[in-house]
């Protein structure tokens, strides 16, 4: 099936996709986590540190810096989810490049992060969007 949109009109919707800072799904967090008084967390707070003589820096969704957790909302598009990430039909290369570095550079920042201490908690959007208290069901679990 070809696409509906012409290959200018594919670009300029696509540019106006953003790769970081989702903020609806972030506030929708956030919100959850106010609605149930879970308090000691910073959105976006950078997170620096040296593993075998190379820097890192992280910046999570959320960080509970007391507790070193880190918290991650993952887009479905983005991130590769298993039931809802698409694939786009028109630059196939390019996009199953993007999409495949983006899931390993996760599972690198996730081996990092666990290596120097911290907790690490990836939830998708859907999962979030669909099943609100499963998520903050996790994350209670990890704050204990």
């Known amino acids: 099936m070809s696409d509906v949109f012409s290959k200018a009109k594919r670009s300029a919707v696509m540019?106006?996709?953003r790769s970081r800072g989702n903020k609806d799904t972030e506030?929708?967090?956030a919100k959850l986590l106010r609605a149930n008084q879970i308090t000691g967390w910073r959105r976006h707070?950078?997170?620096?540190?040296?593993?075998?003589?190379?820097?890192f820096q992280v910046k999570p969704d959320f960080v509970f810096k007391e507790v070193r957790l880190a918290l991650f909302v993952d887009g479905c598009f983005w991130h590769g989810c298993p039931r809802h990430?698409?694939?786009?039909?028109?630059?196939?290369?390019?996009?199953?490049?993007?999409?495949?570095?983006?899931?390993a550079r996760d599972l690198r920042v996730n081996?990092?992060?666990?290596?120097?201490g911290w907790r690490v908690i990836r939830i998708w959007e859907c999962q979030l969007r669909q099943k609100p208290l499963i998520s903050l069901a996790r994350i209670r679990r990890f704050l204990r």
């Open 45 to 55: 707070l950078q997170l620096r540190f040296q593993v075998s003589g190379r820097r």
């Open 27 to 29: 506030l929708v967090l």
């Open 85 to 103: 990430a698409t694939k786009p039909k028109t630059n196939r290369a390019f996009w199953n490049k993007k999409l495949t570095g983006n899931i």
């Open 111 to 116: 081996r990092t992060l666990r290596h120097t």
């Open 15 to 17: 540019s106006r996709i």
